[in-house]
């Protein structure tokens, strides 16, 4: 995670630069931020690019997966555009996942209109609030409501306080729904939520050596799921 947010503020701060020049890169998506031989971040691949134009903007162009809903219906954007595509890639980078799957452009734009999607606390419960309502602010289907301009959001990214615990997705184990790993100084930390019964999950935490954590150990309702994973990634 931390170093999902650190790539994130290096690559706001190329867009930052192309804003600040009239220049829309009109396809920021995790694709297009590559890294180079010192683990820095940049923004790349200005194929799509376009200048502004008198009025502040620029033709619809780009994945459509992180195309603002404004631009969907004006065929225009603008640098607040490209601050829900950022939005979008952050979802992206920290899940593992879109924040927005439909089947056809207007169905995917009324998702995006109505915020009809899961909450990013939800499909990362190792994020901490403040970075997922930091995300969550760039998603806004206002434009004045987002940041006003990436080098506000790399702010925002920069106040973020992240955990000293760096828990990371994993690869679930065999009967396993979702794992997370942490690196402590005493050694691994891994969380695995597996299924119980037909109505109850089981959350399992273990040190390095498969020695169980008890405290981390619970059988438990899906709806309480989110809540307790919260609390195990800011307790354990």
């Known amino acids: ?20 020049r009239g220049l829309l890169h009109r396809d920021v998506t995790p694709n297009n931020i590559f ?26 162009h780009g994945n459509q997966r992180v195309v603002a809903p404004e631009a969907f219906i004006s065929g225009r954007m603008n640098a607040a555009s490209e601050i829900f595509s950022a939005g979008v890639t952050a979802w992206r980078m920290l899940t593992g996942e879109w924040p927005y799957e439909a089947a056809t452009e207007p169905e995917l734009l009324d998702q995006m209109q109505r915020s009809d999607r899961p ?10 609030r403040q970075l997922a309502l930091t995300v969550e602010c760039c998603l806004d289907p206002d434009p004045k409501q987002r940041f006003s301009s990436a080098a506000q959001l790399r702010q925002a990214l920069e106040n973020v306080a992240l955990s000293a615990r760096r828990w990371r997705p994993a690869a679930p184990h065999e009967g396993h729904i979702r794992c997370w790993r942490g690196d402590f100084v005493s050694g691994e930390v891994a969380i695995c939520v597996c299924p119980e ?9 273990r040190r390095s050596g498969g020695r169980r954590i008890t ?13 307790e994973l919260r609390r195990l990634f800011r307790e354990l």
């Open 1 to 20: 995670m931390e170093d999902t947010v650190r790539w994130l503020r290096h690559a706001l701060t190329g867009l930052d630069y192309c804003h600040r």
């Open 215 to 227: 405290a981390g150990c619970m059988t438990l309702k899906p709806s309480r799921l989110g809540v």
């Open 197 to 205: 019964d037909t109505r109850n999950v089981r959350i399992e935490s």
């Open 119 to 128: 909450r990013l606390t939800d499909r990362a419960p190792h994020v901490p």
């Open 35 to 60: 890294l180079d031989e010192e683990g820095h971040a940049r923004l790349g691949d200005f194929g799509t690019a376009e200048l502004l134009d008198a009025d502040g903007y620029a033709g619809r």
